[in-house]
C-alpha cells in the first residue's frame, strides 16, 4: 500500500513537472515571439544603415560615400537650414512681404532648371580627362564662396543678398546632377537596385534635414539670421573633398579636339531631343512639372503667420526648427513605408493615391489656418507637429516614386544630361509653384501682418491638389522593374561616349550587360 501511494506520488510529480515545463516552453514561445516582433521592428530602422553595405558590395563604395555627402550634407542638412535661416532672413533682415519672398525663392530654382547645362558639361566637356570629379569641385567652391559672402559682408542689398542665395542653390544643383549622373548610370546597368539607391538618397536627405531643422531655429536665435548662414559654408568643403576622393577612370584621351566635342553635344542634344518625342517619356514628364505646378506653393504666408503672435500661434524660432525636424523625421518613416512595401507597385496606382493623400491632408492647414483645432481642443503645437509629420510621409511616397520613373527614362549613354532634363522640369515645376503662389498671395492681399484672406489661398492650392488627379492617365501603368524605352534608343545612345570616359562605379558583369541588352 504505502509503495502504492508511492508510485502514485511519484506519476502526481511528473505530471506536475511536465505541466510546469509545458508552461514554461509556452513561455518561452511567447517571449521568443515578442522578442521577434520587436526585432523586426528594430530591423526596419535598421534597415536604412544595412543599405550602404549593402549598395557597398555591388557599387563602388566611394559612390556610396557621395551619395552619402551630397543627398545628406549638401541637400539634407544645407537645404533644411537654408529653407528656415533665409526665410528669417527675408522676415526679419531685409523686412520683405511674404509674395516677394515667394517670387525671391523662385529665383533660387534657376540653377536647378539649368540642370541640363550641367549635365551636358559632365557629360560632354571633360576636364584633364574627367567628367565627375571637376565639376564636384566647382559646386564646392562655388557654394562655399556664396555662403561666406552673405554671411560676412553687412548691409548687403537685397539684390545682392539673392545673388549669394543663387550661388548657394547653384552650387548645391551642380553638386547634385553630377552624383545623379552616377545614380542613373548605376540605375540602368543594375536595374534592380535603383529603388534601394532611391531610398538611401531619400533617407540621407530626410537624416540631413533632420540635423538641419533641429540646429536652425538655435543658431537663428543665438547668432541671427544672417550670422547663422555661416554654417553654410561647411557643406560645401565635403563637397569639393569628394571631388578629389570619389573613383572614376580618367581617360587617356585627355586633350580631344574642339571639333569633336561640338560632335559629342551635337549627339547628346540629338538624343534628348528623339528621346523626349516619345509618348512614354513627354507624357510621365509633363505629368511631373503639372503636379508640382497645380500645387501652388503657399509656405511663406504660411511662415509669416505662424511666427505672428497676434493673429497667429507666434511659434519661437526653436519651435519652428523643431517643428520641420519632426517632420523629417516623418520623411525617414515615408521612406521606409515606400521601401518595405510600395517600391513594387506600379507607377499609375501608386502615384494616384499617393496624389488623393496629398490633397486631402492639405485639409489639415485649413483646419489650423480656420483655428478649427482649439474648437476641437487641440493644442496649437500638436496640431501642427501631426499635420507636419503626416504631410511629409505623403510628400516623400509621393516623390520617390517619381524620381523612379525618372530614371526608367534615361538612355544610356547621356543618361546624365536627360536625367538632369528631367529634374530641370520638376524644378520648373516648383519654381511655377512658387511664383504661382506668390500671386496668388499677392492678389488677395496676405501681407506681413493681414492674414485674412489665408485660408482662401490654401484651400485654392488643395482644389488644385484634387484636380491633378484628373492627369494620371499620363503615368504609364507599368512596374518599376520594367523598360520604359525602347531598347534600341539605350544601344543607339550608350555609344555616344566611350566605355574608358564613362565613370566606372560598378564592375562590368558580362551576363548582366548581355541580358540587360
Known amino acids: 500500500m504505502a509503495s502504492f501511494e508511492k508510485e502514485g506520488l511519484v506519476e502526481e510529480s511528473r505530471s506536475s513537472i ?64 537654408f529653407k528656415v535661416v533665409t526665410d528669417y532672413y527675408w522676415k526679419d533682415v531685409q523686412k520683405v512681404q511674404p509674395s516677394v519672398v515667394q517670387l525671391y525663392i523662385g529665383l533660387y530654382y534657376i540653377p536647378w532648371i539649368m540642370k541640363p547645362v550641367w549635365g551636358l558639361l559632365t557629360d560632354v566637356f571633360p576636364i584633364r580627362g574627367y567628367r565627375r570629379r571637376p565639376y ?56 534592380s537596385l535603383a529603388p534601394d539607391m532611391q531610398s538611401l538618397c531619400g533617407f540621407c536627405s530626410s537624416a540631413g534635414a533632420l540635423i538641419g531643422y533641429s540646429t536652425s531655429g538655435f543658431f537663428v536665435h543665438h547668432l541671427g539670421a544672417q550670422g547663422a548662414l555661416i554654417l553654410m559654408a561647411i557643406p560645401p568643403v565635403f563637397i569639393t573633398v569628394l571631388g578629389f576622393v570619389i573613383y572614376e577612370m580618367r581617360s587617356p584621351r585627355l586633350h580631344p579636339e574642339k571639333q569633336k566635342k561640338m560632335e559629342t553635344l551635337g549627339v547628346a542634344v540629338k538624343g534628348m531631343y528623339q528621346t523626349i518625342k516619345f509618348p512614354q517619356v513627354w507624357k510621365p514628364s509633363l505629368y511631373m512639372y503639372l503636379s508640382l505646378a497645380l500645387s501652388i506653393s503657399t509656405h511663406e504666408g504660411q ?43 506600379p507607377f499609375r496606382n501608386l502615384l494616384f493615391f499617393a496624389q488623393l493623400l496629398y490633397g486631402a491632408s492639405g485639409m489639415l492647414d485649413l483646419i489650423f489656418i480656420l483655428r478649427w483645432n482649439l474648437v476641437l481642443g487641440i493644442p496649437d503645437y500638436f496640431f501642427v507637429i501631426t499635420e507636419e509629420c503626416i504631410s511629409r510621409i505623403i510628400s516623400r511616397i509621393r516623390w520617390i516614386p517619381m524620381i523612379v520613373l525618372s530614371t526608367r527614362l534615361c538612355p544610356l549613354g547621356i543618361e546624365g544630361t536627360f536625367f538632369a532634363l528631367l529634374m530641370c522640369i520638376d524644378s520648373l515645376g516648383s519654381l511655377t509653384s512658387k511664383w504661382g503662389g506668390g500671386m496668388v498671395l499677392h492678389v488677395f492681399h496676405v501681407t506681413r501682418t493681414d492674414f485674412t484672406n489665408l485660408w482662401l489661398v490654401i484651400l485654392i492650392r488643395n482644389i488644385l491638389r484634387i484636380a491633378t488627379l484628373g492627369l494620371i492617365f499620363l503615368v504609364p501603368k507599368a512596374d518599376p522593374s520594367d523598360a520604359l524605352i525602347p531598347q534600341d534608343i539605350l544601344i543607339t545612345h550608350s555609344t555616344v561616349t566611350s566605355d574608358d570616359e564613362r565613370l566606372e562605379l560598378v564592375p562590368k558583369n558580362e551576363k548582366e550587360v548581355q541580358s540587360f541588352f
Open 18 to 81: 511536465s505541466q510546469e515545463s509545458a508552461c514554461i516552453s509556452n513561455l518561452g514561445n511567447l517571449d521568443s515571439a515578442e522578442a521577434s516582433k520587436s526585432s523586426n521592428i528594430f530591423s526596419v530602422f535598421l534597415e536604412p544603415i544595412q543599405w550602404i553595405p549593402m549598395l557597398s558590395s555591388q557599387l563602388n563604395p566611394t559612390f556610396i560615400i557621395g551619395i552619402v555627402i551630397v543627398y545628406g550634407l549638401n541637400l539634407g542638412f544645407s537645404g533644411s537650414f
Open 303 to 345: 511662415f509669416y503667420w505662424y511666427t505672428d503672435p497676434k493673429a497667429g500661434p507666434g511659434f519661437s524660432q526653436e519651435s519652428v526648427g523643431a517643428i520641420y525636424a519632426i517632420g523629417a523625421m516623418a520623411s525617414m518613416v515615408g521612406v521606409l513605408i515606400y521601401h518595405k512595401t510600395l517600391k513594387d507597385i
Open 136 to 191: 564636384f569641385v566647382l559646386a564646392g567652391v562655388l557654394g562655399g564662396v556664396s555662403a561666406l559672402m552673405v554671411a560676412l559682408i553687412c548691409n548687403l542689398s537685397a539684390a545682392l543678398a539673392l545673388s549669394c542665395f543663387i550661388g548657394i542653390a547653384a552650387g548645391m544643383a551642380i553638386a547634385d546632377v553630377t552624383i545623379d549622373a552616377c545614380i542613373a548610370t548605376n540605375s540602368i546597368e543594375v536595374r
